[in-house]
């Protein structure tokens, strides 16, 4: 005797497809991950819009940092899950303030760190008397200002000063402006990547001048780095996400590291900078500078000397005034609960696959 299956009712059905439908999304639903930067890097183009976030299932949401003060509060507080910015900063808040602040690796050695002027200034010496426009007049790339200008014989204070401004995009668009939002005159600042190979694409009679390559004054330099709160590495599911997300700038940084892929890069740079493959191009060139660039260190490895040079530069001008007998060299050794942990950038390795990027 046959047994008789009862026919499932519409209402049902409809049920079950809902059901099913929201097991598939869950199944296929990206790990939401918020990054907060200073500035878009090419190592960051490059996984963005070819792929390596999507391909270890990541939803990477972009935050553009306006100011150090503000990013680190958010970092701090968890509300990025990773900061890109100077190591000085991270360097300043662990030593002087005590704020758990740590490094997972190092990006660049000062990737298109200039002094960039308005097209009036033709020397650094013009500088006298002038103010110049920092994010913050106690921040890495403040004194780094201070030092490259003390070499040509300007003292802060005495012949320049500083005006708060904000980042590094905010400092570009003034320089381009020739003013701040309240009207005061904008002379000169420091620039990074992306926005020193943009320069001479600006159009004449409004191209700014290069006063000064920080490389030729300070080398080697450690400046930007992957950082995130030290909380986040005593939680398993935390600790997991970064590895992913390390992961992903890592290949992409490979990639970006490879000759062979340089139109890819370049397209990727263009698509994720909205400018030009000309402007991209000298984006590229900059970003893979043997030197300074985002490709310049071996798995994301700090640079020891580079860093002792951040900290040398910020004791010069009192960077450190509360600090007393501090062992410097002993704080910089990577560890458990140090400045730089490794341990997420080591564990990389389980996670990397041979992933290759579609390239039109």
Do not use: W
């Amino acid at each position: 005797m046959l047994a008789v299956v009862p026919l499932l009712s519409t209402a049902k059905h409809a049920a079950i497809a809902v059901l099913l439908s929201c097991c598939v999304l869950a199944a296929n639903a990206l790990d939401a991950v918020t990054y907060g930067a200073f500035t878009v890097t090419a190592t960051y183009s490059v996984a963005n819009q070819l792929g390596f976030f999507t391909h270890n299932n990541l939803n990477v949401s972009y935050v553009q940092i306006p100011n150090s003060t503000y990013g680190y509060a958010q970092l701090l507080s968890r509300k990025y899950d990773l900061l890109t910015g100077t190591i000085d900063n991270a360097v300043n808040l662990r030593f002087t303030q005590h704020q758990n602040v740590t490094v997972l690796g190092q990006l660049d050695g000062g990737c298109g760190l200039v002094v960039a002027s308005a097209p009036g200034i033709t020397a650094v010496t013009d500088l006298k008397g002038k103010a110049l426009i920092v994010d913050s007049p106690t921040s890495g790339y403040a004194y780094v200002l201070r030092k490259v200008l003390g070499l040509f014989g300007l003292q802060f204070g005495t012949d320049y000063f500083f005006q708060t401004a904000g980042s590094t995009p905010i400092r570009y668009n003034d320089l381009l402006a020739g003013s701040l939002p309240n009207g005061s005159a904008v002379y000169a600042t420091i620039l990074t990547f992306p926005y020193t190979a943009q320069l001479a694409f600006v159009a004449a009679p409004q191209t700014p001048n290069i006063l000064a390559t920080v490389a030729d004054y300070i080398q080697p330099f450690t400046s930007s780095a992957f950082q995130v709160n030290q909380a986040a590495l005593g939680n398993t599911t935390a600790k997991a996400l970064l590895t992913r997300i390390l992961a992903s700038f890592s290949a992409a940084n490979a990639f970006l590291a490879e000759p062979k892929n340089a139109k890819c890069a370049v397209a990727a740079i263009a698509a994720q900078l909205n400018v030009s493959t000309a402007v991209a191009q000298a984006e590229y060139a900059e970003a893979t500078d043997p030197l300074t660039g985002e490709t310049s260190q071996r798995m994301f490895e700090v640079n020891r000397q580079g860093l002792l040079n951040v900290i040398d530069v910020r004791g010069q001008f009192g960077g450190f005034a509360n600090l007393t007998a501090f062992d410097f060299a002993a704080a910089i050794v990577p560890g458990p609960g140090q400045l730089i942990d490794y341990s997420v950038r080591d564990a990389v390795v389980n996670v990397t696959s041979k992933y290759k990027p579609k390239c039109s």
